[in-house]
């Protein structure tokens, strides 16, 4: 597919959804890890995927995010600077083109580098391309200076955000794990993205961080006006910051809804459960699913 034919350039329309995703479908051989899924993310809203383990929460990630080409489905970004087919865009340029950034369940970070440099090196793309691609760059000619200069207001500001300043010049691998997670936003922020995927950032966390956490993405989602998609099992973190909940069962979506409306589905509660409805609910079910003791 032709670049020109993966991006629109009408404008987007004030009540369109920032990320529809219509008819998603992801086989793996005979394995369906996708089934036909359909849910959109609206702009300046934190929208989240739950389900079980193995529900293929991941594998939608991977699909927007270009790891994967999915088998079946559109996925329709409408960002202030374009209308992205996701699907259609060689997956090394969607980061660029479509501004999606991501963060992984495991963390990606170059843990040999310092924490600054991590978040320098997240803006290579925006770096090259003041440099023309040529050595005027390296003779500190043209705009690559500035474009430098820039790149290292942003890294410190987002340094601050994430109230590393201190580690600024300690190496990544060596913070501590909640660190390290909010290392990987900062990153994924410095690439200016106008949709965020953060794929279980609460994993590993203790309550205290995820309540940093809870604020940190709520602030992001504030103040940039960004879409945020999460994928958490941390229902804390899940029912308390999330507009919009859309819940994945054996590749499937089962229910599509506002938190409360989430917590209170049976289909959710069952696919949960892994039981029948009408069966007692254990309190750690109960507690996940954010639902008052009985
Ligand atoms: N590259 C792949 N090849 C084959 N099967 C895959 C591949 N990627 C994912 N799967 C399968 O697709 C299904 C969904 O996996 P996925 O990682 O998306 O689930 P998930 O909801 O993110 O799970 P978890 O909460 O455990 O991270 C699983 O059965 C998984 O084994």
Not at 46 to 56: E, K, S, V
Not at 229 to 246: A, C, K, R, T, W
Not at 288 to 293: A, E, N, R, W, Y
Request: hydrophobic share 45%; net charge negative.
């Amino acid at each position: 597919m032709s670049a020109a034919t993966a991006t629109q350039a009408a404008p987007r329309t004030a009540d369109e959804p920032l990320l529809r995703v219509e008819h998603l479908t992801m086989r793996f051989g005979g394995l369906v890890a996708i089934d036909d899924v359909s849910f959109e993310a609206k702009p300046e809203q934190i929208t989240a995927i739950i389900g079980p383990n193995g529900a293929g929460k991941t594998t939608v990630f991977n699909c927007l995010t270009g790891f994967y080409k999915p088998t079946v489905g559109r996925l329709t970004l409408a960002a202030p600077h374009g209308r992205f087919l996701l699907e259609q865009i060689d997956g090394f340029r969607i980061a660029q083109r479509a501004k999606v950034a991501r963060t992984f369940q495991n963390i990606r970070l170059f843990p040999g580098m310092s924490v600054l440099e991590n978040l320098i090196v997240a803006q290579h793309n925006k770096l090259m391309r003041a440099s023309g691609f040529s050595v005027t760059a390296l003779l500190g000619l043209g705009g690559y200076r500035q474009a430098e200069r820039r790149a290292v207001e942003l890294a410190k500001h987002w340094l601050e955000k994430v109230d590393l300043v201190d580690s600024a010049d300690k190496p990544a691998g060596g913070l501590p794990y909640g660190g390290q997670r909010r290392l990987e936003i900062a990153r994924a922020m410095c690439t200016e993205p106008v949709i965020l995927c953060l794929d279980e950032p609460a994993a590993g966390l203790n309550a205290h961080e995820s309540a940093e956490l809870n604020e940190l993405l709520l602030w992001i989602r504030a103040e940039h006006k960004i879409g945020i998609l999460l994928i958490e099992h941390d229902m804390s973190v899940v029912m308390e910051i999330s507009d919009h909940i859309v819940v994945l069962d054996y590749g499937r979506k089962i229910a599509d809804g506002t938190p409360e409306q989430i917590r209170k589905d049976p289909a959710v509660i069952r696919a949960y459960l892994g039981e029948e409805e009408d069966e007692a609910l254990p309190s750690e079910v109960a507690r996940d699913l954010g639902l008052p003791k009985k």
